[in-house]
């Protein structure tokens, strides 16, 4: 398939701070935390490093070669002489929620009416044993949280309709994080609210207040966290009655989302080896299995289990689609097709790590050299963007930006899918994230139905 190339511009961010989007709903802003200075950390979380030239501190500003769009494509939406653009990827809604005038204070993600504006990414820092709350729109770090009392291991994370965040650790334990310090309480007997305000301010464990709860589980692994959408309450503002799936070695957990109880617990045998999972729109949970090589679906309403096999080309991360299929990805992407129960398969693209649509027709994976998008249906190579590292994680955005997270490294990389920009946020300590960091795959994935054939 012929590819189109063009210029791709590249931007440095350091980690500064901003408030959360706001959105629909009818009640004030979230407060805004205050800044960090953008300085560079090492696993401990003190600051070090320097810039140099003009550039603001912590800021550095490139070029890059070249990037590659399908035919037909362009960043123009007047259809000119290379054809209509990639389309609106400002795809801020939730699907089957009706559009109602929120008449509620708040909707902790700042959404509301069915138009979810969720302005953040959560990454974990594994090598720091923290978790980085970055605004998708400023590029702004605006909190950093111990994952665990001591001792943490964080990777997947998953958010939730209302802005929160869900972080796993490897070896056993999951928090729940606030988006909206409106939401934090008081829990250490200390005047006023204590919590990070970014990079260089991680909290002790005792003294952070917008840690909503944690569950500990003795576990040798424990990676996969997948919230479900819950219910939608208007005077509210905010969804209701989430939960959580997580998975404890050979069991898979439901959480209550509220205070981090288990509710349910189904065993899927001995040899599991759960290593991600993700959430459809009725709130089954699909367990990408690499321990016995199986795709597993848990049925939210009755707990009974499906397994299927994995494709030949094997599976590292995986995701669901706007259709309610489940897609997982190694060298490859591969889409689970529900009315036949069997897999369709890319070309190798020499791939690893996660995987995520945009919510239509395009999935995004990160390869060697950058991140590539095929398309949903055909597996058409779509899109090139070239980057300086391999990305381990992807995730998009509620704006359409696609982001790319290196493996064990300091970086995280936002793509602009139309313009093809490229802005750096280089303040991580060791990161590894490839689930769903910004809520926003549980936010257009479809409901497919139990499989057939």
Known sequence: MALRTRGLPVVIAAALTSGLTSGACGGEDPAQASGSDGSSTDPTGDPSGSSSGSATAGTTATTATTATSAPGDSSSEDGG???????NFDVGFIPDVPEVACGGKGGKGGGGGGNVELAYIWIANSAQSTVSKINTDTMEE??????????????????????????????????????????????????????????????PWEDEECRAWYS??????????????????????????????????SEVLLLDGDDGTTEQVIDVGGGTFMYGGAADADGNFWGLDSGTGRLIRVNHEDYTTLAFGLPPSGAYGITVDKEGRPWVCSSTVA?????????????????GGGCMTDGDATIWHGTGTGM????????????????????????????????????????????????????????????????DMTGFQLSSAGGGGVPQG
């Open 81 to 87: 002489d290379d054809g209509p653009g990639p389309g």
């Open 142 to 203: 605006e909190g950093r949280y111990q994952a665990k009392p001591a001792a943490g291991d964080p990777s997947r994370t998953s958010v939730n309709l209302d802005g929160d965040v869900a972080v796993a650790n490897r070896n056993g334990g999951v928090a729940k994080f606030w988006a909206n310090t409106a939401d934090c309480e008081e829990s250490n007997g200390q005047p006023g609210l204590q919590t990070s305000s970014g990079t260089n301010d991680v909290l």
């Open 216 to 249: 500990p589980f003795a576990c040798n692994s424990n990676r996969p966290v997948a919230w479900t959408r819950g219910e939608w309450n208007e005077s509210t503002c905010s969804y209701e009655n989430e939960k959580l799936w997580t998975v404890c070695d």
């Open 335 to 351: 889409r689970f097709n529900l009315d036949t129960s069997d897999w369709s398969v890319s070309p190798d693209n020499s791939g």
């Open 372 to 435: 590539v998008g095929f398309d949903t249906e055909t597996l058409d190579l779509l899109y090139t963007i070239p980057l300086p590292e391999y990305v381990h994680g992807i995730s998009v955005d509620f704006a359409g930006k696609v982001w790319g997270v290196g493996f064990a490294s300091n970086n995280a990389y936002r793509a602009d899918p139309e313009t093809l920009e490229v802005t750096t946020f280089n303040q991580l300590v060791g990161a590894y994230t490839y689930s």
